[in-house]
Protein backbone atom coordinates (compact mmCIF):
# COMPACT_ATOMS: atom_id res chain seq x y z
CA UNK A 1 0.00 0.00 0.00
CA UNK A 2 1.05 3.75 -0.79
CA UNK A 3 2.26 5.48 2.28
CA UNK A 4 -0.15 8.69 3.40
CA UNK A 5 1.81 11.81 3.84
CA UNK A 6 -0.21 15.04 5.93
CA UNK A 7 2.21 16.66 7.73
CA UNK A 8 5.92 17.20 6.92
CA UNK A 9 8.46 18.67 9.50
CA UNK A 10 11.26 20.55 8.01
CA UNK A 11 14.36 20.53 10.54
CA UNK A 12 16.44 24.11 10.21
CA UNK A 13 15.01 27.17 8.87
CA UNK A 14 17.87 28.42 6.95
CA UNK A 15 18.57 28.92 3.25
CA UNK A 16 17.73 25.58 2.17
CA UNK A 17 15.22 24.32 4.67
CA UNK A 18 12.58 27.43 4.25
CA UNK A 19 13.16 27.55 0.13
CA UNK A 20 12.25 24.05 -0.05
CA UNK A 21 9.72 23.59 2.56
CA UNK A 22 7.93 27.45 1.55
CA UNK A 23 7.96 25.67 -2.59
CA UNK A 24 6.51 22.57 -1.40
CA UNK A 25 3.44 23.65 0.86
CA UNK A 26 2.80 26.10 -1.97
CA UNK A 27 2.60 23.33 -4.69
CA UNK A 28 0.78 20.30 -2.35
CA UNK A 29 -1.39 22.82 -0.58
CA UNK A 30 -2.98 19.96 0.94
CA UNK A 31 0.04 19.52 3.05
CA UNK A 32 0.51 21.01 6.58
CA UNK A 33 4.14 21.75 6.42
CA UNK A 34 5.89 22.81 9.61
CA UNK A 35 9.79 24.28 9.32
CA UNK A 36 11.55 24.58 12.95
CA UNK A 37 15.27 25.41 14.29
CA UNK A 38 16.81 26.17 17.91
CA UNK A 39 17.24 29.56 16.75
CA UNK A 40 14.98 31.22 18.42
CA UNK A 41 15.69 34.84 16.55
CA UNK A 42 15.75 33.25 12.98
CA UNK A 43 12.48 31.78 14.05
CA UNK A 44 11.07 34.92 15.12
CA UNK A 45 12.19 36.86 11.59
CA UNK A 46 10.77 33.94 9.39
CA UNK A 47 7.30 34.67 11.38
CA UNK A 48 7.67 38.82 10.84
CA UNK A 49 7.57 40.86 8.25
CA UNK A 50 10.66 40.92 7.02
CA UNK A 51 11.93 37.63 6.52
CA UNK A 52 15.74 36.71 7.05
CA UNK A 53 16.90 35.56 4.03
CA UNK A 54 17.49 37.68 0.85
CA UNK A 55 16.67 35.25 -2.04
CA UNK A 56 14.18 36.79 -5.16
CA UNK A 57 10.67 35.62 -4.89
CA UNK A 58 11.11 33.62 -1.26
CA UNK A 59 8.71 36.40 0.49
CA UNK A 60 6.01 36.09 -2.00
CA UNK A 61 5.74 32.63 -1.20
CA UNK A 62 6.26 32.87 2.45
CA UNK A 63 3.74 35.30 2.90
CA UNK A 64 0.75 33.72 1.11
CA UNK A 65 1.73 29.85 2.11
CA UNK A 66 2.22 31.27 5.71
CA UNK A 67 -0.44 34.21 5.86
CA UNK A 68 -2.99 32.78 3.30
CA UNK A 69 -4.92 34.80 1.01
CA UNK A 70 -5.23 37.11 3.44
CA UNK A 71 -2.16 38.98 3.21
CA UNK A 72 -1.53 38.82 -0.87
CA UNK A 73 -3.99 37.54 -3.18
CA UNK A 74 -2.62 34.64 -5.06
CA UNK A 75 -2.46 36.36 -8.66
CA UNK A 76 -0.51 39.31 -7.38
CA UNK A 77 1.87 36.98 -6.00
CA UNK A 78 1.92 34.99 -9.43
CA UNK A 79 2.75 38.01 -11.05
CA UNK A 80 5.61 39.25 -8.40
CA UNK A 81 7.30 35.89 -8.29
CA UNK A 82 7.15 35.19 -12.69
CA UNK A 83 8.91 39.43 -12.38
CA UNK A 84 11.48 38.27 -9.69
CA UNK A 85 12.61 35.13 -11.31
CA UNK A 86 12.19 35.74 -14.78
CA UNK A 87 9.17 33.82 -16.22
CA UNK A 88 5.98 34.47 -17.44
CA UNK A 89 3.11 35.10 -14.98
CA UNK A 90 1.07 32.54 -17.05
CA UNK A 91 3.87 29.43 -16.80
CA UNK A 92 3.22 29.81 -12.84
CA UNK A 93 0.72 27.81 -11.24
CA UNK A 94 -0.25 28.01 -7.41
CA UNK A 95 -3.40 25.90 -6.51
CA UNK A 96 -6.25 27.34 -4.57
CA UNK A 97 -5.18 27.55 -0.49
CA UNK A 98 -5.38 28.16 3.47
CA UNK A 99 -2.45 28.99 5.07
CA UNK A 100 -0.38 25.45 5.10
CA UNK A 101 3.37 26.62 6.28
CA UNK A 102 4.33 27.51 10.46
CA UNK A 103 8.04 28.38 11.63
CA UNK A 104 8.08 27.58 14.91
CA UNK A 105 11.14 26.41 17.42
CA UNK A 106 12.02 23.10 17.67
CA UNK A 107 9.36 21.17 19.68
CA UNK A 108 9.31 17.62 20.04
CA UNK A 109 5.58 17.69 19.04
CA UNK A 110 5.59 19.04 15.42
CA UNK A 111 8.49 15.62 15.04
CA UNK A 112 5.53 13.68 16.64
CA UNK A 113 2.98 14.84 14.09
CA UNK A 114 5.25 14.19 11.26
CA UNK A 115 4.93 11.40 8.43
CA UNK A 116 7.81 12.92 6.81
CA UNK A 117 10.56 14.80 8.25
CA UNK A 118 13.40 16.61 6.41
CA UNK A 119 17.28 17.15 8.25
CA UNK A 120 18.00 20.79 6.59
CA UNK A 121 20.72 21.58 9.18
CA UNK A 122 24.38 22.64 8.87
CA UNK A 123 27.02 20.27 7.82
CA UNK A 124 30.04 22.20 8.19
CA UNK A 125 33.63 21.13 7.78
CA UNK A 126 35.30 20.62 10.94
CA UNK A 127 37.77 22.63 12.47
CA UNK A 128 39.24 20.29 14.81
CA UNK A 129 40.12 16.73 15.56
CA UNK A 130 40.40 13.82 13.15
CA UNK A 131 39.57 15.00 9.71
CA UNK A 132 39.46 19.05 10.92
CA UNK A 133 40.16 21.04 7.71
CA UNK A 134 38.22 18.39 5.65
CA UNK A 135 36.01 15.99 7.25
CA UNK A 136 32.26 16.90 7.63
CA UNK A 137 31.36 17.93 11.59
CA UNK A 138 28.09 15.65 12.00
CA UNK A 139 27.17 17.43 15.33
CA UNK A 140 23.90 18.62 13.99
CA UNK A 141 22.93 16.03 12.13
CA UNK A 142 23.05 13.31 15.31
CA UNK A 143 21.89 15.64 17.26
CA UNK A 144 18.21 16.07 15.20
CA UNK A 145 18.64 12.00 14.29
CA UNK A 146 18.56 11.39 18.02
CA UNK A 147 15.52 13.64 18.61
CA UNK A 148 13.86 12.42 15.82
CA UNK A 149 14.48 8.72 16.99
CA UNK A 150 12.95 10.25 20.35
CA UNK A 151 10.05 11.56 19.26
CA UNK A 152 9.07 10.69 15.62
CA UNK A 153 6.17 8.36 15.12
CA UNK A 154 6.93 4.88 14.32
CA UNK A 155 6.57 4.63 10.18
CA UNK A 156 7.74 8.24 9.06
CA UNK A 157 10.02 9.08 6.87
CA UNK A 158 13.37 10.52 7.53
CA UNK A 159 14.97 12.44 4.26
CA UNK A 160 18.47 13.65 4.13
CA UNK A 161 18.64 17.13 2.69
CA UNK A 162 21.75 18.21 4.24
CA UNK A 163 24.46 17.82 2.40
CA UNK A 164 25.99 14.63 3.90
CA UNK A 165 28.95 11.97 3.35
CA UNK A 166 28.08 9.03 1.77
CA UNK A 167 27.04 6.07 3.60
CA UNK A 168 25.30 8.68 6.73
CA UNK A 169 22.10 6.51 5.48
CA UNK A 170 23.99 3.97 8.37
CA UNK A 171 24.81 6.39 10.97
CA UNK A 172 21.14 7.64 10.80
CA UNK A 173 19.75 4.15 11.07
CA UNK A 174 22.31 3.27 13.55
CA UNK A 175 21.29 5.67 15.79
CA UNK A 176 17.76 5.42 15.22
CA UNK A 177 18.07 1.91 15.91
CA UNK A 178 19.81 2.86 19.47
CA UNK A 179 17.79 5.13 20.56
CA UNK A 180 14.22 3.69 19.44
CA UNK A 181 15.10 -0.10 19.15
CA UNK A 182 11.04 -1.72 18.42
CA UNK A 183 10.16 1.74 15.77
CA UNK A 184 10.65 1.49 11.84
CA UNK A 185 11.72 4.13 9.97
CA UNK A 186 12.72 4.95 6.65
CA UNK A 187 15.45 6.99 5.44
CA UNK A 188 15.75 8.47 2.31
CA UNK A 189 18.43 10.84 0.56
CA UNK A 190 17.10 13.84 -1.18
CA UNK A 191 19.72 16.40 -1.57
CA UNK A 192 19.16 19.67 -2.94
CA UNK A 193 21.00 21.38 -5.83
CA UNK A 194 19.84 24.97 -5.40
CA UNK A 195 22.14 28.11 -5.82
CA UNK A 196 21.70 30.85 -3.72
CA UNK A 197 20.02 33.86 -5.20
CA UNK A 198 18.22 31.58 -7.68
CA UNK A 199 16.91 29.61 -5.07
CA UNK A 200 12.83 30.02 -5.98
CA UNK A 201 13.58 29.26 -9.82
CA UNK A 202 15.87 26.40 -9.53
CA UNK A 203 13.03 24.62 -6.97
CA UNK A 204 10.42 25.77 -9.02
CA UNK A 205 12.18 24.50 -12.34
CA UNK A 206 14.62 21.95 -11.28
CA UNK A 207 16.49 19.78 -13.83
CA UNK A 208 16.33 16.67 -11.75
CA UNK A 209 15.49 15.49 -8.25
CA UNK A 210 17.47 12.71 -6.81
CA UNK A 211 15.45 10.24 -4.47
CA UNK A 212 17.78 8.03 -2.81
CA UNK A 213 16.53 5.02 -0.82
CA UNK A 214 17.16 1.12 0.18
CA UNK A 215 16.67 -1.45 -2.11
CA UNK A 216 13.99 -2.97 -0.66
CA UNK A 217 10.19 -2.48 -0.54
CA UNK A 218 9.76 -0.11 2.45
CA UNK A 219 12.86 1.71 1.11
CA UNK A 220 10.93 2.11 -2.75
CA UNK A 221 7.84 3.16 -0.84
CA UNK A 222 9.17 5.94 0.95
CA UNK A 223 10.89 6.97 -2.33
CA UNK A 224 7.64 6.69 -3.83
CA UNK A 225 6.03 8.97 -1.25
CA UNK A 226 8.45 11.56 -1.69
CA UNK A 227 8.30 11.42 -5.27
CA UNK A 228 4.65 12.14 -5.10
CA UNK A 229 4.86 14.87 -3.56
CA UNK A 230 7.23 16.64 -5.88
CA UNK A 231 5.38 15.15 -9.25
CA UNK A 232 2.55 17.96 -7.91
CA UNK A 233 4.55 20.55 -10.24
CA UNK A 234 7.76 18.38 -11.67
CA UNK A 235 7.72 16.56 -14.04
CA UNK A 236 8.53 12.49 -13.66
CA UNK A 237 11.10 12.26 -15.85
CA UNK A 238 13.03 14.67 -14.19
CA UNK A 239 12.79 12.36 -11.19
CA UNK A 240 15.86 10.27 -10.58
CA UNK A 241 15.01 6.70 -8.44
CA UNK A 242 19.10 5.69 -6.82
CA UNK A 243 20.28 4.14 -4.01
CA UNK A 244 20.66 6.11 -1.47
CA UNK A 245 24.84 5.75 -1.34
CA UNK A 246 24.68 7.16 -5.28
CA UNK A 247 22.12 10.01 -4.21
CA UNK A 248 24.66 10.92 -1.27
CA UNK A 249 27.57 10.70 -3.08
CA UNK A 250 26.47 12.34 -6.17
CA UNK A 251 25.41 15.43 -4.38
CA UNK A 252 29.50 16.37 -3.26
CA UNK A 253 30.18 14.72 -6.96
CA UNK A 254 27.78 17.58 -8.55
CA UNK A 255 29.70 20.63 -6.11
CA UNK A 256 33.18 19.12 -6.74
CA UNK A 257 32.73 19.04 -10.97
CA UNK A 258 30.86 22.46 -10.47
CA UNK A 259 34.12 24.20 -8.34
CA UNK A 260 36.86 22.33 -10.75
CA UNK A 261 35.33 24.09 -13.84
CA UNK A 262 35.94 27.08 -11.62
CA UNK A 263 39.50 26.05 -10.81
CA UNK A 264 40.33 24.67 -13.72
CA UNK A 265 39.46 28.40 -15.55
CA UNK A 266 41.47 30.30 -12.68
CA UNK A 267 44.35 28.08 -13.72
CA UNK A 268 44.37 28.93 -17.03
CA UNK A 269 43.64 32.96 -16.13
CA UNK A 270 47.50 32.89 -14.60
CA UNK A 271 48.71 31.33 -17.87
CA UNK A 272 46.85 34.24 -19.35
CA UNK A 273 48.38 37.06 -17.38
CA UNK A 274 51.93 35.54 -18.52
CA UNK A 275 51.10 35.14 -22.14
CA UNK A 276 48.95 37.98 -22.92
CA UNK A 277 46.23 35.67 -23.73
CA UNK A 278 42.71 36.53 -22.47
CA UNK A 279 41.09 34.56 -20.46
CA UNK A 280 37.24 35.72 -21.41
CA UNK A 281 38.23 35.25 -24.90
CA UNK A 282 39.48 31.70 -23.63
CA UNK A 283 36.55 30.87 -21.76
CA UNK A 284 34.20 31.60 -24.75
CA UNK A 285 35.96 30.01 -27.27
CA UNK A 286 35.79 26.69 -25.48
CA UNK A 287 32.52 27.02 -24.20
CA UNK A 288 31.42 27.24 -27.38
CA UNK A 289 31.92 23.59 -27.71
CA UNK A 290 28.95 21.85 -26.64
CA UNK A 291 30.77 18.80 -24.76
CA UNK A 292 32.57 22.18 -22.79
CA UNK A 293 29.49 23.83 -22.73
CA UNK A 294 29.37 28.21 -21.70
CA UNK A 295 28.82 27.70 -17.80
CA UNK A 296 30.99 27.99 -14.66
CA UNK A 297 33.82 29.20 -16.53
CA UNK A 298 34.12 33.06 -15.40
CA UNK A 299 37.45 33.67 -14.04
CA UNK A 300 37.97 36.05 -11.23
CA UNK A 301 38.16 35.48 -7.45
CA UNK A 302 37.32 32.06 -7.43
CA UNK A 303 34.47 30.37 -5.82
CA UNK A 304 33.15 31.43 -1.84
CA UNK A 305 30.26 30.20 -0.36
CA UNK A 306 29.07 27.99 2.12
CA UNK A 307 29.48 24.82 -0.05
CA UNK A 308 31.51 24.37 -2.46
CA UNK A 309 35.11 24.43 0.30
CA UNK A 310 33.62 22.18 2.58
CA UNK A 311 32.01 19.54 0.16
CA UNK A 312 35.23 19.12 -1.96
CA UNK A 313 36.48 18.78 1.46
CA UNK A 314 34.28 16.15 2.52
CA UNK A 315 35.07 14.26 -1.14
CA UNK A 316 38.87 14.39 -0.58
CA UNK A 317 38.59 13.49 3.29
CA UNK A 318 36.21 10.22 1.88
CA UNK A 319 38.91 9.15 -0.96
CA UNK A 320 41.87 9.28 1.55
CA UNK A 321 40.22 7.58 4.28
CA UNK A 322 39.38 4.83 0.97
CA UNK A 323 43.34 5.03 0.55
CA UNK A 324 42.90 6.74 -2.30
CA UNK A 325 45.25 9.55 -2.00
CA UNK A 326 45.98 10.47 -5.64
CA UNK A 327 42.42 10.75 -5.77
CA UNK A 328 41.70 13.00 -2.62
CA UNK A 329 45.22 14.95 -4.01
CA UNK A 330 43.33 15.21 -7.62
CA UNK A 331 39.90 17.27 -6.12
CA UNK A 332 42.27 19.16 -3.24
CA UNK A 333 44.50 20.74 -5.87
CA UNK A 334 40.69 22.44 -6.54
CA UNK A 335 41.18 23.94 -3.48
CA UNK A 336 44.78 25.33 -3.77
CA UNK A 337 43.92 26.85 -6.72
CA UNK A 338 41.15 28.75 -5.60
CA UNK A 339 43.02 29.55 -2.44
CA UNK A 340 45.67 31.01 -4.69
CA UNK A 341 43.65 33.07 -7.18
CA UNK A 342 43.02 35.31 -4.03
CA UNK A 343 46.53 35.54 -2.96
CA UNK A 344 47.57 36.47 -6.68
CA UNK A 345 44.64 39.37 -6.79
CA UNK A 346 45.73 40.31 -3.27
CA UNK A 347 49.74 40.79 -4.01
CA UNK A 348 48.83 42.34 -7.57
CA UNK A 349 47.33 45.03 -5.75
CA UNK A 350 50.11 45.19 -3.31
CA UNK A 351 52.19 45.55 -6.17
CA UNK A 352 50.56 47.78 -8.26
CA UNK A 353 50.50 50.68 -5.15
CA UNK A 354 54.43 50.18 -5.03
CA UNK A 355 54.59 47.61 -2.51
CA UNK A 356 53.34 49.57 0.37
CA UNK A 357 49.95 50.11 1.74
CA UNK A 358 50.79 52.75 4.49
CA UNK A 359 48.63 55.79 4.86
CA UNK A 360 46.70 54.49 1.79
CA UNK A 361 42.42 53.43 1.86
CA UNK A 362 41.66 50.78 -0.20
CA UNK A 363 38.29 50.12 -0.79
CA UNK A 364 35.94 46.57 -1.41
CA UNK A 365 32.94 46.95 -3.56
CA UNK A 366 30.78 43.05 -2.47
CA UNK A 367 31.11 41.13 0.54
CA UNK A 368 28.41 38.69 -0.72
CA UNK A 369 29.99 35.26 -1.75
CA UNK A 370 28.10 36.02 -4.56
CA UNK A 371 25.57 38.54 -6.66
CA UNK A 372 22.06 39.01 -5.58
CA UNK A 373 22.57 37.29 -2.11
CA UNK A 374 23.09 38.90 1.47
CA UNK A 375 25.38 35.71 2.44
CA UNK A 376 28.49 35.82 3.64
CA UNK A 377 29.41 32.61 4.41
CA UNK A 378 33.44 31.88 3.27
CA UNK A 379 33.08 35.21 1.68
CA UNK A 380 35.94 36.07 -0.73
CA UNK A 381 36.64 39.24 0.80
CA UNK A 382 37.76 37.71 4.01
CA UNK A 383 40.97 36.17 2.58
CA UNK A 384 41.46 39.24 0.61
CA UNK A 385 41.10 41.50 3.95
CA UNK A 386 43.28 39.41 5.96
CA UNK A 387 46.46 40.10 3.12
CA UNK A 388 46.12 44.27 3.18
CA UNK A 389 45.81 44.02 6.79
CA UNK A 390 49.12 42.59 6.97
CA UNK A 391 50.84 46.00 4.75
CA UNK A 392 49.05 47.81 7.73
CA UNK A 393 46.98 50.58 5.40
CA UNK A 394 45.49 53.53 6.84
CA UNK A 395 41.26 51.83 5.87
CA UNK A 396 40.00 49.08 4.40
CA UNK A 397 36.45 50.30 3.25
CA UNK A 398 33.73 47.97 2.43
CA UNK A 399 30.86 48.33 0.83
CA UNK A 400 27.91 45.85 -0.12
CA UNK A 401 24.33 46.92 -1.59
CA UNK A 402 22.53 43.95 -0.13
CA UNK A 403 24.71 42.79 3.03
CA UNK A 404 23.48 44.08 6.42
CA UNK A 405 26.38 46.33 7.97
CA UNK A 406 26.10 44.31 11.01
CA UNK A 407 26.13 41.09 9.11
CA UNK A 408 29.61 41.92 7.77
CA UNK A 409 31.25 43.52 11.15
CA UNK A 410 30.01 40.06 12.59
CA UNK A 411 31.88 38.29 9.61
CA UNK A 412 34.80 41.18 10.63
CA UNK A 413 35.25 39.61 13.91
CA UNK A 414 36.52 36.60 12.35
CA UNK A 415 39.62 38.96 11.52
CA UNK A 416 40.23 39.85 15.59
CA UNK A 417 38.71 43.14 15.08
CA UNK A 418 40.93 45.96 13.49
CA UNK A 419 40.63 49.68 13.67
CA UNK A 420 41.21 50.37 9.97
CA UNK A 421 38.27 48.18 9.06
CA UNK A 422 35.18 50.91 7.79
CA UNK A 423 32.17 49.11 6.88
CA UNK A 424 29.98 51.82 4.85
CA UNK A 425 26.10 51.72 3.61
CA UNK A 426 27.08 54.45 0.77
CA UNK A 427 29.33 52.97 -1.76
CA UNK A 428 30.53 56.64 -2.56
CA UNK A 429 31.78 57.62 1.15
CA UNK A 430 33.46 54.43 0.82
CA UNK A 431 35.03 55.20 -2.05
CA UNK A 432 36.04 58.38 -1.56
CA UNK A 433 39.36 59.60 -1.50
CA UNK A 434 40.37 55.50 -2.62
CA UNK A 435 43.94 54.63 -3.48
CA UNK A 436 42.48 51.57 -4.87
CA UNK A 437 38.78 50.35 -5.52
CA UNK A 438 38.65 46.37 -5.19
CA UNK A 439 35.78 44.36 -6.88
CA UNK A 440 35.15 41.72 -5.10
CA UNK A 441 31.60 40.44 -6.26
CA UNK A 442 30.03 40.18 -9.11
CA UNK A 443 27.02 42.48 -8.54
CA UNK A 444 25.20 44.03 -11.81
CA UNK A 445 25.40 47.26 -9.79
CA UNK A 446 28.71 47.92 -9.91
CA UNK A 447 28.87 47.62 -13.84
CA UNK A 448 28.92 50.49 -15.95
CA UNK A 449 25.34 51.53 -17.31
CA UNK A 450 24.43 49.72 -20.07
CA UNK A 451 24.41 52.77 -22.91
CA UNK A 452 28.36 54.18 -21.25
CA UNK A 453 27.87 57.17 -23.06
CA UNK A 454 30.42 59.01 -20.85
CA UNK A 455 29.24 62.26 -22.35
CA UNK A 456 26.28 62.18 -20.96
CA UNK A 457 27.36 60.97 -17.40
CA UNK A 458 26.54 63.68 -14.69
CA UNK A 459 30.15 64.32 -13.29
CA UNK A 460 30.11 65.66 -9.84
CA UNK A 461 31.08 69.74 -9.95
CA UNK A 462 32.75 69.90 -6.55
CA UNK A 463 33.44 67.41 -3.66
CA UNK A 464 29.72 68.20 -1.69
CA UNK A 465 28.39 66.75 -4.70
CA UNK A 466 29.20 63.79 -3.08
CA UNK A 467 27.43 64.16 0.46
CA UNK A 468 24.04 64.69 -1.48
CA UNK A 469 24.43 61.00 -2.53
CA UNK A 470 21.46 60.44 -5.68
CA UNK A 471 21.68 56.49 -4.37
CA UNK A 472 18.10 56.36 -3.51
CA UNK A 473 16.61 55.96 0.28
CA UNK A 474 14.59 52.55 0.34
CA UNK A 475 10.86 53.53 0.84
CA UNK A 476 10.09 53.79 4.48
CA UNK A 477 8.62 50.19 5.04
CA UNK A 478 6.82 51.43 8.54
CA UNK A 479 3.35 49.91 6.47
CA UNK A 480 4.45 46.36 6.36
CA UNK A 481 2.75 44.27 3.82
CA UNK A 482 1.30 42.75 6.48
CA UNK A 483 -0.90 45.98 6.87
CA UNK A 484 -1.65 46.17 2.54
CA UNK A 485 -4.78 45.04 1.17
CA UNK A 486 -4.32 42.20 -1.08
CA UNK A 487 -4.81 44.46 -4.46
CA UNK A 488 -1.94 46.78 -2.46
CA UNK A 489 0.70 44.23 -2.93
CA UNK A 490 4.25 45.03 -3.77
CA UNK A 491 7.61 43.38 -3.84
CA UNK A 492 9.11 43.88 -0.10
CA UNK A 493 11.98 46.50 -0.40
CA UNK A 494 14.76 45.98 1.97
CA UNK A 495 14.56 47.16 5.18
CA UNK A 496 14.97 50.91 6.32
CA UNK A 497 17.91 51.20 8.40
CA UNK A 498 17.54 50.24 12.14
CA UNK A 499 14.40 48.66 12.11
CA UNK A 500 13.16 47.46 15.08
CA UNK A 501 11.29 44.36 13.82
CA UNK A 502 14.89 42.48 12.42
CA UNK A 503 17.26 44.40 14.23
CA UNK A 504 19.65 45.03 10.88
CA UNK A 505 20.60 47.90 8.99
CA UNK A 506 20.78 47.72 5.38
CA UNK A 507 22.89 50.44 3.07
CA UNK A 508 20.51 53.10 1.64
CA UNK A 509 21.56 52.34 -1.66
CA UNK A 510 18.81 51.09 -4.27
CA UNK A 511 19.75 47.71 -5.56
CA UNK A 512 18.56 48.62 -9.30
CA UNK A 513 20.93 51.57 -9.92
CA UNK A 514 23.94 51.49 -11.49
CA UNK A 515 27.49 52.85 -9.78
CA UNK A 516 28.45 56.50 -11.65
CA UNK A 517 31.71 55.37 -11.63
CA UNK A 518 32.06 59.14 -13.12
CA UNK A 519 31.45 60.55 -9.52
CA UNK A 520 33.64 57.60 -8.09
CA UNK A 521 36.44 58.54 -10.34
CA UNK A 522 36.14 62.08 -9.36
CA UNK A 523 36.86 61.35 -5.55
CA UNK A 524 39.59 58.67 -6.23
CA UNK A 525 43.51 59.37 -5.50
CA UNK A 526 45.42 58.80 -8.86
CA UNK A 527 46.37 56.66 -10.31
CA UNK A 528 42.67 55.86 -9.55
CA UNK A 529 43.21 52.20 -9.75
CA UNK A 530 40.03 49.77 -10.35
CA UNK A 531 41.48 46.15 -9.74
CA UNK A 532 38.36 44.29 -11.57
CA UNK A 533 38.31 40.37 -9.53
CA UNK A 534 34.81 39.54 -11.13
CA UNK A 535 35.75 40.72 -14.99
CA UNK A 536 32.73 42.68 -15.11
CA UNK A 537 34.04 45.82 -15.55
CA UNK A 538 34.55 47.61 -19.31
CA UNK A 539 38.19 48.66 -18.84
CA UNK A 540 37.77 51.03 -22.22
CA UNK A 541 35.01 52.89 -21.12
CA UNK A 542 36.44 53.16 -17.75
CA UNK A 543 39.43 54.69 -18.93
CA UNK A 544 37.34 57.36 -20.53
CA UNK A 545 36.29 58.27 -16.67
CA UNK A 546 40.39 58.41 -16.16
CA UNK A 547 40.57 55.02 -14.18
CA UNK A 548 42.75 52.19 -15.35
CA UNK A 549 41.37 48.68 -14.71
CA UNK A 550 43.17 45.59 -13.73
CA UNK A 551 41.84 42.24 -14.29
CA UNK A 552 42.69 39.03 -13.53
CA UNK A 553 43.36 37.21 -16.38
CA UNK A 554 44.77 39.45 -18.90
CA UNK A 555 48.06 41.17 -19.15
CA UNK A 556 49.10 44.19 -18.18
P1 LIG B 1 21.85 27.36 7.38
O1 LIG B 1 22.92 27.61 8.36
O2 LIG B 1 21.29 28.51 6.60
O3 LIG B 1 20.62 26.64 8.12
C1 LIG B 1 20.76 25.58 8.98
C2 LIG B 1 19.80 25.79 10.15
O4 LIG B 1 19.80 24.61 10.96
C3 LIG B 1 20.18 26.95 11.08
O5 LIG B 1 19.11 27.88 11.13
C4 LIG B 1 20.43 26.27 12.44
O6 LIG B 1 20.00 27.06 13.53
C5 LIG B 1 19.59 25.01 12.30
N1 LIG B 1 19.99 23.95 13.23
C6 LIG B 1 21.24 23.47 13.47
N2 LIG B 1 21.19 22.50 14.39
C7 LIG B 1 19.89 22.36 14.75
C8 LIG B 1 19.21 21.53 15.68
N3 LIG B 1 19.87 20.64 16.41
N4 LIG B 1 17.86 21.65 15.80
C9 LIG B 1 17.18 22.55 15.06
N5 LIG B 1 17.79 23.38 14.16
C10 LIG B 1 19.12 23.28 14.02
O7 LIG B 1 22.40 26.24 6.38
P2 LIG B 1 21.97 25.99 4.86
O8 LIG B 1 22.74 26.87 3.96
O9 LIG B 1 20.48 25.98 4.77
O10 LIG B 1 22.54 24.51 4.65
C11 LIG B 1 21.92 23.40 5.26
C12 LIG B 1 22.40 22.15 4.54
O11 LIG B 1 22.00 22.20 3.15
C13 LIG B 1 23.91 21.97 4.52
O12 LIG B 1 24.19 20.59 4.63
C14 LIG B 1 24.31 22.45 3.14
O13 LIG B 1 25.48 21.82 2.66
C15 LIG B 1 23.14 22.03 2.30
N6 LIG B 1 22.95 22.83 1.09
C16 LIG B 1 23.01 24.18 1.14
C17 LIG B 1 22.78 24.93 -0.02
C18 LIG B 1 22.85 26.43 -0.01
O14 LIG B 1 22.77 27.04 -1.06
N7 LIG B 1 22.99 27.09 1.13
C19 LIG B 1 22.46 24.29 -1.23
C20 LIG B 1 22.38 22.89 -1.24
C21 LIG B 1 22.62 22.17 -0.08
C1 LIG C 1 26.42 25.99 -5.47
C2 LIG C 1 25.90 25.10 -6.61
O1 LIG C 1 25.85 25.87 -7.81
C3 LIG C 1 24.52 24.54 -6.28
O2 LIG C 1 24.09 23.65 -7.32
C4 LIG C 1 24.58 23.79 -4.95
O3 LIG C 1 23.31 23.32 -4.59
C5 LIG C 1 25.10 24.73 -3.87
O4 LIG C 1 26.41 25.24 -4.26
C6 LIG C 1 25.28 24.07 -2.55
O5 LIG C 1 25.40 22.87 -2.45
O6 LIG C 1 25.33 24.85 -1.60
P1 LIG C 1 26.03 28.49 -4.70
O7 LIG C 1 27.23 28.23 -3.85
O8 LIG C 1 24.82 29.06 -4.08
O9 LIG C 1 25.55 27.11 -5.38
O10 LIG C 1 26.42 29.47 -5.90
P2 LIG C 1 27.19 29.31 -7.29
O11 LIG C 1 26.44 30.06 -8.30
O12 LIG C 1 27.49 27.89 -7.60
O13 LIG C 1 28.54 30.10 -7.02
C7 LIG C 1 29.49 29.64 -6.10
C8 LIG C 1 30.74 30.50 -6.16
O14 LIG C 1 31.44 30.28 -7.38
C9 LIG C 1 30.47 32.00 -6.11
O15 LIG C 1 31.42 32.61 -5.26
C10 LIG C 1 30.64 32.46 -7.54
O16 LIG C 1 31.05 33.80 -7.63
C11 LIG C 1 31.72 31.51 -8.01
N1 LIG C 1 31.71 31.29 -9.48
C12 LIG C 1 30.64 30.69 -10.08
C13 LIG C 1 32.82 31.64 -10.23
O17 LIG C 1 33.82 32.17 -9.70
N2 LIG C 1 32.82 31.41 -11.59
C14 LIG C 1 31.76 30.82 -12.21
O18 LIG C 1 31.83 30.63 -13.46
C15 LIG C 1 30.64 30.46 -11.44
Same mark, same amino acid.
Given at each position: AGVVIKNICFIGAGYVGVPTAAVIALKNPFLRVTVIDRDEFRIRRWNSAHVPISEPGLDDIVRLTRDGSKACSVEAVKSSLAQRIGARSSKISIPARQPNLTFATASSKSMAEADMIFICVNTPTKVTGIGAGYATDMTAVESVVKEVAVNAKTGAILVEKSTVPCRTAKLVQDILDTYRPRARFQVLSNPEFLSEGTAVKNLLHPDRVIIGSSNTIPGRRAAAALAKIYSTWVDRSKILGTHVWSSELAKLVANAMLAQRISSINSISAICEGTGADVHEVAKSIGLDPRIGPQFLKAGLGFGGSCFRKDIGSLVYLARSLGLHEVGDYWNQVLLINDL?????????????????????????? %?? %?????????????????????????????? %???????????????????????????????????????????????????????? @??????????????? @??????????? %???????QYLPEPPCPSNCPECAYSFPSFNTEEHLEWARISYHMKKPKLVFDGRGILNATEMEKLGIRVEALGKAE
Open positions: QRKRFARKVISRLNGTLIRKKITLLG %FA %FKKDTGDTRESVAIDIIRVLLEERPAEVAI %FDPCCSVAGIQSELENLGGHDALNVYADPYQACLDADAILVVTDWDNFRMASTPDH @TNIKRPQSPTDLTSS @TSTIVADRADG %FLNLSKD
